[in-house]
């Protein structure tokens, strides 16, 4: 799977809009990039995931460059309960579940 | 919609002893996932199957960690005998074989410490 850089930490403030960067220069065509995010003393949880074009659902939107070597997550008037380390994972998507490769994250503080 | 159970919740043992986590995956979900995450890095992945076959366990430490899933939907997984450096949340996950977003959703964690 390719690998993934993100800074290891960000601050945001409250009800501002908090962009995480992720570099994957080395993605294959096949490879999705999806982010999940933990929060404190709890498991992983999914937040979006993408191809080639930017996506958005309730959570958050992601960006992807046309070269799709970066992308972008932007989590709209971040809330303080935000605060949690943010993984962005490249891995090819078949029709059979796939493994998620975690790097070590960006903890993203949302500051009062 | 009931999520993945995890139990113990916390778990504290001496070195060389035995210990045994158990994880309930949601409904329906036939791809249950073990993961391992040291404090200050990212989950790592020890085992995942599929059903109660294995599909992947190339990372799992087979001299002292087993895991199984028998009729395909409880798993446990065991350490015998514990290390030091065994001292982690141990995450369990699960998801569908196949769907849109290929999701997986996981537990609250066993967090094991080895004294």
């Known amino acids: 799977d390719a690998k993934t850089t993100q800074p290891p930490s960000m601050d945001c403030a409250e009800g501002r809009a908090a962009n995480l960067p992720c570099n994957h220069s080395?993605?294959?065509?096949?490879?999705?990039v999806y982010w999940y995010r933990q929060i404190h003393s709890q498991g992983p949880q999914y937040i979006i995931h993408?191809?080639?074009n930017n996506e958005t659902n309730e959570m958050a939107s992601l960006i992807i460059t046309e070269d799709r070597k970066s992308s972008t997550l932007i989590l709209p008037h971040a809330p303080l309960r935000d605060t949690a380390v943010y993984y962005c994972?490249?891995?090819?998507?078949?029709?059979?579940?796939?493994?998620?490769?975690f790097g070590s994250g960006t903890q993203l503080t949302v500051l009062p | 919609e009931a999520g993945v159970a995890q139990s113990p919740r916390y778990k504290i043992i001496e070195k060389r002893q035995s210990v045994a986590f158990w994880c309930n995956p949601i409904?329906?979900?036939?791809?249950l996932y073990w993961y391992q995450q040291i404090l200050g890095q990212g989950p790592k992945l020890l085992i995942q199957?599929?059903?109660?076959?294995?599909?992947?366990d190339s990372q799992l430490p087979k001299d002292r960690f087993s895991a199984e899933r028998l009729k395909g939907v409880d798993s446990t997984l065991k350490i015998q005998p514990a290390k030091l450096e065994d001292s982690a949340v141990y995450l369990c996950?699960?998801?569908?074989?196949?769907?849109?977003?290929?999701?997986?959703?996981f537990g609250p964690g066993t967090r094991l410490t080895v004294l």
């Open positions: 996950a699960s998801s569908l074989i196949s769907g849109r977003r290929n999701e997986q959703f």
């Open positions: 409904s329906g979900h036939a791809t």
């Open positions: 993408g191809l080639k």
């Open positions: 994972i490249v891995t090819p998507r078949s029709g059979s579940a796939r493994q998620l490769t």
């Open positions: 199957f599929q059903n109660n076959g294995v599909v992947d």
């Open positions: 080395t993605i294959s065509g096949n490879e999705y």
